[in-house]
């Protein structure tokens, strides 16, 4: 299975349509991949929190439909990285209408939907995306010829019990696009590479480049396989992290070294 991850300089100096349109003639461009991965709200930038309300999109909005005529122009699985999604009206899905989500959205190769991920931890604290974005409830995995998906976003690769969650759930690859900042670039490879060693998993871990609202991005863009070692990891640049991964390492990497058989479930807590 050949990835393409994307790894895209996020600038403010650059008008969200012009870059839509790059990214999505970018993606065009990785016809011979199977899957593609963009990184997290590459439309505003991670940290342009101020850009959020005033870029902020319906789920089938101008991404959405640009992404999904990209996926099948190229004729590949895109994990289209996250937009600020706006609630709609009657959606269900919070208790304000017109919240926000940090949602990714993920297409099949003839450019259908095939799942929505809402992140769901916000990064921030008591600001930032913590206090203006919603956060997610669900687990979503991805069914493709030959690998499922677990889906996470950026800050949620700190939180092991998702990732988890998303192996019990069936994911072999686990697919993470960030906005990842460089003062904690340490942290992004060391957390990529635990998420894959101790889940024996492919990780896909898609970062942006460049600086917005002040915060210079990691980049490094990372594939890690299923015994931990780094494949393929990306400058600090614009750029295209094209690599060929054997999806039956992961079946191969749990029985011989079946780690994952011998959880203890339901531990007691301390007794006092
Ligand atoms: N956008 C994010 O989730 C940033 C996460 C981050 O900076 C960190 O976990 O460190």
Redesign the pocket.
Known sequence: MRASLIQIDVDEGEPVDSRRRRVAALVREQSGADLVVLP??WTTG??AYEEFGSEAEPLEGPTYEAMAKAASDAGVWLHAGSIPERAAPGSGLAADEGSLYNTSLVFSPSGELAAAYR?I???GFDKG?AVLMGAGRDLVTVRLPGTTLGVA??????FPELFRGLVDAGAETLVVP????E??RA??TLLAQARAVENQAFVLACGTAGTHAGVPQAGHSIVVDPWGEVLAEAGAGEEVLTVDIDPAKVAATREQFPALKDRVLGLEPPRR
Do not use: Q
Request: with cysteine.
């Open positions: 997290e709200l991670a940290f992140k931890h916000r990064f995306e976003t950026c800050y949620d690769l700190r960030a906005g990842w900042p003062r904690r942290h992004w």
